[in-house]
């Protein structure tokens, strides 16, 4: 298992900084979402650092959708950066932190109607528009407000990310934003333009996730800019590109992410010379990380509770967590890789399939992984599961959803574990 961050082996247990997995096991309990804030607010930093332009201003949106809790939210304040949201909910979150609302970005393809008002009504900085109803149900409700709103338009230039179909999000079928391809892509813009109730700043386009290419972010970055041109010749004027994320991450010895740091300034230079073949400016540069800041900041310890060895020969590990706790490889088939944090160093000596307690065939982990022999109460780390999987949890079987801590020098708990009573909070 690739160690992230701060994680280290002493005397063969895994720690993270200067506490072991057994002590935070015995202190806050199993399963256990577990956050390296250090290393997280060293990715923030990174992307600050490498993402700078002189020919234009750059601004870093959290992907809140890949982690978001109040303590979270502070965080990405204290290293002041934006914030995007996608729902009522993920607003409501952001808006109890201390980040300001004027540096939320709203997205979403279906926007209701209650979560347009509350935006509006919270002062959310830029919402971003997904379609021609939403311009619609946008307008009337700026109109009923009396109020002007900062947006931009998503839309889909039709980029082949590679990635898998489940987070590809911008083929020409995609249910994502508008096709740059539409007849009536610039009729829809010059509405949105000369409307009084939207100021226009700009466009938005994001591929999809996981993508290991870096041809795919400068294709898309042409596109746009391309496109972008077209507009300006027919006097509207942008002056926000947003190019969303969806940058590829280090799961498993299958996944070959490119350096970052040196990606960012080449993307940067790429952009810059784009804009200065086609005569233009831009005021501000966008993009949106989210999986690349948390993803390998974050691990899941659990508990192994029971040692099933089939008829069939398979070797189970059955942990206290479950496919409640982590969807992603039930959903999608993603792979990750554990060790056994109290014997890392031990001999390899069994295949392994480690699975949940859920009442589904499915609710498997990690198949087949080679680990040193697994004893009952065994302590087995998930690593990189900083996105989408506290994001993506549930309650299914009635089983509480877990604890989640952040770790520095001090440890704090984010998310207290849920309780037999929170299940029943909303039953009547």
Do not use: W
Not at 241 to 255: A, I, M, P, Q, R
Not at 290 to 314: F, V
């Amino acid at each position: 298992m690739k160690l992230f961050g701060n994680l280290k082996v002493i005397d063969n247990e895994i720690h993270l900084g200067k506490y072991s997995m057994s002590y935070l096991k015995e202190k806050y309990g199993t399963p256990l979402y577990i956050v390296d804030e250090d290393f997280f607010r060293e990715n923030i930093r990174k992307f600050k650092n490498s993402f700078k332009s002189k020919k234009f201003n750059t601004n870093i949106l959290y992907a809140s959708k890949a982690l978001l809790n109040k303590y979270i939210a502070n965080v990405v304040c204290e290293e002041d950066i934006s914030i995007d949201a996608v729902s009522g909910g993920e607003i409501y979150t952001i808006l109890n932190s201390r980040m300001s609302a004027d540096k939320i970005y709203f997205h979403g393809n279906n926007k209701l109607k209650k979560e347009l008002e509350f935006a509006v009504d919270s002062g959310v900085g830029k919402i971003v528009i997904d379609n021609t109803s939403e311009i619609n149900k946008l307008e009337a409700i700026l109109k009923e407000k009396k109020k002007k709103q900062k947006v931009l338009i998503r839309l889909n230039p039709g980029i082949d990310a590679h990635t898998h179909e489940y987070i590809t999000t911008s083929k020409n079928d995609s249910k994502f934003g508008l096709s740059i391809f539409s007849d009536d892509i610039f009729d829809i813009i010059e509405r949105v333009a000369n409307s009084k109730y939207f100021e226009l700043l700009g466009f938005h386009a994001h591929i999809g996730s996981q993508v290991f290419r870096e041809e795919s972010f400068f294709s898309e970055a042409e596109e746009m800019i391309n496109f972008i041109k077209k507009v300006s010749d027919k006097g509207i004027r942008i002056e926000e590109l947003n190019l969303g994320g969806g940058f590829g991450v280090y799961y498993t010895s299958e996944d070959s992410p490119f350096e970052l740091e040196g990606f960012l300034k080449r993307y940067i230079k790429k952009i810059e010379e784009l804009l200065e073949e086609n005569n233009l400016k831009l005021k501000t540069l966008t993009i949106e990380p989210g999986r690349s800041l948390i993803s390998n900041a974050g691990h899941t310890l659990y508990t192994a509770e029971i040692i099933k060895k089939t008829y069939g020969g398979k070797n189970f590990i059955f942990i206290d967590g479950s496919m409640n706790d982590n969807i992603r490889p039930a959903l999608y088939g993603a792979k990750y890789e554990a060790s056994i944090a109290n014997k890392f160093n031990d001999n390899l000596e069994e295949v392994y399939t480690i699975a949940g307690k859920c009442c589904e065939s499915g609710d498997i982990i990690i198949r087949d992984i080679m680990l040193p022999k697994v004893e009952e109460e065994d302590l087995i780390l998930v690593s990189s599961t900083g996105a989408y999987n506290y994001s993506m949890s549930s309650n299914y079987n009635r089983i509480e959803r877990p604890a989640m801590i952040f770790v520095s020098d001090e440890i704090k708990v984010a998310v207290k574990r849920e309780t037999y009573e929170d299940l029943m909070r909303n039953d009547l």
